[in-house]
Every structure is written in structure tokens, then in C-alpha cells.
């Protein structure tokens, strides 16, 4: 898992932070101000930093600016009790990837840190997933069932990656509007919708489901015929995948 690194001076927002992170499971570093900060990040380089952007000595803004001057990529995800426009944008101008006002959920600090590290370096899915008779080629987008392709919107393309990349981890709706859409906040009845459509394209009878299964009280689950597997760019020779 990703390795955070917490820099906020407040002992209880921090020992919650890292509660929370290491729950997730997620390896955490804390630094009380600017300067442990970055000693920290030299020490052990962080993934992401979630930073307070009222510190003593040396403020939030310095250490972002310091930190993306050592590495341009680094991830930070900003925390402050001020929430006006103006301090907003100057922290996202100096390299922030999101801001949080406090006070705020720590749950949802949680999602906008995966949110962050998703989008700044997506995990790369195996060019070729294969479960019995359905193929999926990440690369080329495209879905065959048998000897037919199957139309999915990009959406539900991503859906049936996602699903088929965790089989048998049941993932709720939340996560999945997190993972897939990318979204924080939103309607989980948009996932419903999704996978009753994905359904209807990959299996045999949509209203008994045998590969996308309801886990009830959590939400979904993939439980593929044959586990998807990395296979060759290749199309296989002869047979079913």
C-alpha cells in the first residue's frame, strides 16, 4: 500500500488521521511542523502528503512549494480550518491535488487520498483479462464474449476492469463510485444502474447472476468461472480463451 506522510501540529487531528489511514491500510509517517516534514519526506520518500496548511514556523505553503521542488509529482492533499476561495486556490496553485476544510470527516479524507493517488498513478490492469469465454483487452477496449464482440459504454468498460481485476473481493457501492468513477461525493444508485446494464451484456441470464453477485448489505462482487489472469497481446490460438 501507499505510504502517507502527515504533517498537521494538532496531536488529535493527526493521531485520527493516522488512525484512519492505517485502517485502510496504509503506512504512515506524522511531522509536527515544516521543517520534520521535510527531513521526513527525505528520510522515507511519501507517496502522498497530506499537509496542514497552518503550521508553526515554516507555513503549509512554503513545505508544499519546498516539497514539489524536490519532486515535482509528489501528491499533497491539503488540510486547513480556512476555507475561503482565495486560500483555496493559492494552495492548489503552489501544488496541491485537493484541499479539505476542517473540520472535516476523516472517512473522507480517506477517499479523497485514494482519489488522489488514483488519478496521479492508476494502477495499470493486465493488457489481456480472460474468464472462460469472455475477453477483455485493456488496451484496444474492446469485449468479446465467445466469438462475438460486446458494445459497452466506457463507463461500464471500466466497471467490468475494475470488477474483474479484484475477483472475489466484494466492493461496495462506494468504493466503486470512488475507484471507477473517480467520484467523491454522488448518487450510489448510479452504480446500481451500471451493473444491472453489464449484467444484461455478460451474463448468461441477468436476473441470476453467476459472475457480478450482489453481496447484500455491501455490494458487488466478481466471482469469475476461471480467475482473470494476465495473458499475451495476442489473441489465442484456437479454442476458447
Given at each position: 500500500?501507499?505510504?502517507?506522510?502527515?504533517?498537521?501540529?494538532?496531536?488529535?487531528?493527526a493521531?485520527?488521521v493516522?488512525e484512519y489511514?492505517r485502517?485502510?491500510g496504509f503506512t504512515?509517517?506524522?511531522a509536527r511542523?515544516g521543517?520534520?516534514?521535510?527531513?521526513?519526506?527525505?528520510a522515507t520518500?511519501?507517496?502522498?502528503?497530506v499537509l496542514?496548511?497552518?503550521l508553526?514556523?515554516?507555513?503549509g505553503?512554503e513545505?508544499?512549494?519546498?516539497?514539489?521542488?524536490?519532486?515535482?509529482?509528489?501528491?499533497?492533499?491539503?488540510?486547513t480550518?480556512?476555507?475561503?476561495e482565495?486560500?483555496?486556490?493559492?494552495g492548489?496553485?503552489?501544488?496541491a491535488?485537493?484541499?479539505?476544510?476542517?473540520?472535516?470527516?476523516?472517512?473522507?479524507?480517506?477517499?479523497?487520498v485514494r482519489?488522489v493517488?488514483r488519478?496521479?498513478?492508476?494502477?495499470?490492469?493486465a493488457p489481456v483479462?480472460c474468464?472462460v469465454?469472455?475477453?477483455?483487452?485493456?488496451?484496444?477496449?474492446?469485449?468479446?464474449?465467445?466469438?462475438?464482440?460486446?458494445?459497452?459504454?466506457?463507463?461500464?468498460?471500466?466497471?467490468?476492469?475494475?470488477?474483474?481485476t479484484?475477483?472475489?473481493v466484494?466492493?461496495?457501492r462506494?468504493q466503486?463510485m470512488?475507484e471507477?468513477?473517480g467520484?467523491?461525493?454522488?448518487?450510489e444508485?448510479?452504480?446500481t444502474?451500471?451493473?444491472?446494464?453489464?449484467?444484461?451484456?455478460?451474463?448468461?441470464?441477468?436476473?441470476?447472476?453467476s459472475?457480478?453477485?450482489?453481496?447484500?448489505?455491501?455490494?458487488?462482487?466478481w466471482?469469475p468461472s476461471?480467475?482473470a489472469?494476465?495473458?499475451?497481446?495476442?489473441?489465442?490460438s484456437g479454442?476458447?480463451p
Open positions: 500500500m501507499a505510504h502517507v506522510l502527515v504533517v498537521d501540529d494538532d496531536p488529535t487531528v493521531e485520527v493516522l489511514l485502517r485502510e504512515t509517517d506524522h511542523d521543517e520534520r516534514a521535510l527531513a521526513a519526506a527525505a520518500p511519501p507517496d502522498l502528503v496542514d496548511l497552518m508553526p514556523g515554516m507555513s505553503l513545505v508544499c512549494r519546498r516539497l514539489r521542488a524536490e519532486r515535482s509529482g509528489l501528491p499533497v492533499v491539503m488540510l480550518a480556512r476555507g475561503e482565495e486560500d483555496r486556490i493559492v492548489l496553485e503552489v501544488g491535488d485537493d484541499y479539505v476544510v476542517k473540520p472535516f470527516s476523516p472517512r473522507e479524507l480517506v477517499l479523497r482519489s493517488l488519478r496521479t498513478d492508476p494502477p495499470a490492469p483479462l474468464d469465454e469472455l475477453r477483455v483487452d485493456t488496451r484496444a477496449r474492446t469485449v468479446q464474449r465467445g466469438d462475438r464482440e460486446v458494445a459497452l459504454t466506457a463507463r461500464e468498460f471500466d466497471l467490468l476492469v475494475h470488477l474483474m479484484h475477483p472475489g466484494a466492493l461496495s462506494v466503486l470512488s471507477v468513477w467520484w467523491d461525493f454522488g448518487d444508485s448510479t452504480v444502474v451500471h451493473v444491472r446494464r453489464l449484467r444484461e451484456k455478460v451474463e448468461h441470464d441477468p436476473a441470476r447472476p459472475r457480478l453477485v450482489t453481496v447484500w448489505g455491501v455490494g458487488y462482487r466471482d476461471v480467475a489472469v494476465p495473458r499475451s497481446d495476442e489473441p489465442p479454442g476458447s
